[in-house]
């Protein structure tokens, strides 16, 4: 890493989380010149390979499957990736692991956070993961919390789009064209092969926020979008 260059954070619940749904935002900000950083909390081993299970594959394999893939996916779109493998289905997250993000958000001081929805009635351990990023991130910013780094500033949060949006109150309010990286998100996508069911389904996803980004004003040349909702307020001299 080069003195000046930013970093950002993708915190992702499950092994494959970060490909579906922020994939595009890894790929462009890592062509930007930015560094991108993935935590993975669990591999998605009970709760995401259900292939897997049915091939009868033992919990070892089945996490060591996943992590394999993720790691494939993480190369091609220019992330590098840490594991906690702290369990799924439930995910709960451990004062340990609430330490160590911490640590990470003082250590590498992020540019911003792209984490989960604040509800998915599908998957709790999503807004559970959400929760505790924001809580880790107010820990980072507190002068009392023991750390050899100094507190961080104000990162902002993204939450990125969840399965099914219109059960998770999920709110649209920023479309990132992914176009020119999205060839990259579907070579991505397609490592992971525990959920092929999914790679025609996020390419859909894709090419509709692509087409709702133009409506809103976007240029013409968007195809691909990935669509995000805002934890904190902008702060600026200009609301445009």
Not at 57 to 62: C, Q, S
Not at 191 to 201: P, R
Request: aromatic share 10%.
């Amino acid at each position: 890493m080069t003195q000046h260059q930013e970093t950002v954070f993708v915190v992702s619940a499950h092994s494959a989380d970060f490909v579906w749904r922020a994939g595009g935002a890894i790929a462009l900000y890592h062509q930007k010149g930015y560094r991108v950083r993935v935590l993975c909390l669990s591999y998605g081993e009970r709760g995401e390979s259900a292939k897997l299970w049915k091939q009868g594959k033992t919990l070892e394999e089945i996490k060591a499957k996943r992590e394999a893939e993720a790691r494939k996916a993480a190369e091609i779109l220019g992330a590098e990736v840490r594991f906690f493998d702290v369990g799924d289905y439930p995910l709960h997250p451990t004062k340990e692991l609430q330490d160590a993000i911490v640590q990470e958000f003082r250590e590498h001081r992020p540019k911003f956070i792209l984490t989960h929805s604040l509800e998915d009635p599908y998957n709790a351990d999503h807004p559970r993961v959400t929760n505790f990023v924001l809580e880790c991130r107010i820990l980072a910013q507190a002068e009392g919390y023991p750390s050899d780094h100094a507190i961080i500033g104000a990162p902002p949060v993204f939450l990125f789009e969840p399965h099914q949006p219109e059960q998770c109150d999920f709110k649209i309010q920023a479309f990132l064209d992914i176009t020119p990286v999205f060839e990259l998100k579907r070579q991505a996508m397609e490592c992971m092969e525990a959920q092929e069911h999914l790679w025609e389904y996020y390419t859909a996803v894709a090419k509709r926020r692509g087409s709702q980004a133009v409506r809103n004003g976007g240029d013409k040349s968007i195809v691909y979008a990935e669509a995000y909702q805002r934890i904190y307020p902008t702060v600026g001299s200009e609301l445009v």
